[in-house]
Structures are given as structure tokens and as C-alpha cells.
């Protein structure tokens, strides 16, 4: 089992910036992808940033130029910088870890709430 644990969100006004941080019970190094999803009440959780082992990255349309997401292997943490934030950006937001080797696991965070609100 692991352990993946997020911190960062918080409130912020648009056009703000905030980081978060998802600390992994287990290395990193290896691990086929992570990323960051975000879900709102009553909507399906979104895809917002994935990272691969060798560190190509994908993002949502919705987030390509303002978010950046990286990974340090040493600290067993991925980060989600979040820049030029908007209304639309507040949801829970959660860190997400999969690992194929036999067959393949998924691992989820609890989130972290990013309210973006004047």
C-alpha cells in the first residue's frame, strides 16, 4: 500500500499563484506515472497534469501555460505549480500514483481544497 499525502491549497484571489505537494510513503524513482486530478461536487474527476518516469508531461487544455508539474525523486514528492489562478481552477485537488509491474495499481491521495475567490 501507499501512502500519498497532499498539502498546498488553500484560498487565493485570481490571478494567484499557489504550490502543492503530494509526499509519497515510497520512492518515486520508476513509477510509470503521477499526476493531479481535481473534482468538484457533483462532477466526475477531472485529469489536470500527468508526469511519466522519464518526466514528459501532459496537461488539460484548460490549465497548458498557467500549471506546471514536476517531481523530485530524492524527497519522494510531486508538485503542482499553479499560476494566473481562476474561479473555474476551485475543486478538491488530488494527487494520483500508478505502478504496472504484474498488473497495474492506482493509488489516490485525500485532497486538498483550492478555493480561487475574490
Known amino acids: 500500500q501507499v501512502q500519498l499525502v497532499e498539502s498546498g491549497g488553500g484560498l487565493v484571489q485570481p490571478g494567484g499563484s499557489l504550490r502543492l505537494s503530494c509526499a509519497a510513503s515510497r520512492s518515486i524513482f520508476g513509477v510509470n506515472a503521477m499526476g493531479w486530478y481535481r473534482q468538484v461536487p457533483g462532477k466526475q474527476r477531472e485529469l489536470v497534469a500527468t508526469?511519466?518516469?522519464?518526466?514528459?508531461?501532459d496537461y488539460a487544455d484548460s490549465v497548458k501555460g498557467r500549471f506546471t508539474i514536476s517531481k523530485d525523486n530524492a524527497k519522494n514528492t510531486l508538485f503542482l505549480q499553479m499560476n494566473n489562478l481562476q474561479p473555474e481552477d476551485t475543486a478538491a485537488y488530488y494527487c494520483?500514483?500508478?505502478?504496472?509491474?504484474?498488473?497495474?495499481?492506482?493509488?489516490w491521495g485525500q485532497g486538498t481544497q483550492v478555493t480561487v475567490s475574490s
Open positions: 494520483n500514483m500508478i505502478i504496472v509491474s504484474s498488473q497495474l495499481y492506482t493509488f
Open positions: 508526469i511519466r518516469s522519464g518526466g514528459v508531461a
